[in-house]
């Protein structure tokens, strides 16, 4: 009968423990913006492409010293 009392208090203390967990986090704004995060990956983003630019200018300070 012991270890049922042990048992349920340690399960409701982390039962208090995520509580608070939770409420600090929603006060943190945590869980303000739920539903955007799962359309952003159907949204069109803009592919930057590498410009190899230091290849470019070596290339130019080459041509000017021939």
Do not use: H, W
């Not at 270890?3 to 945590?30: D, E, H």
């Amino acid at each position: 009968m012991d270890i049922l009392y042990l048992m349920i208090l340690c399960s409701v203390t982390l039962a208090v423990i995520f509580l608070v967990i939770f409420i600090v986090n929603a006060r943190k704004g945590q869980f303000e913006d739920d539903e955007s995060p799962a359309v952003r990956i159907l949204l069109d983003s803009e592919i930057i492409k590498e410009e190899p630019e230091k290849e470019d200018k070596n290339k130019k300070t080459e041509d000017k010293s021939d």
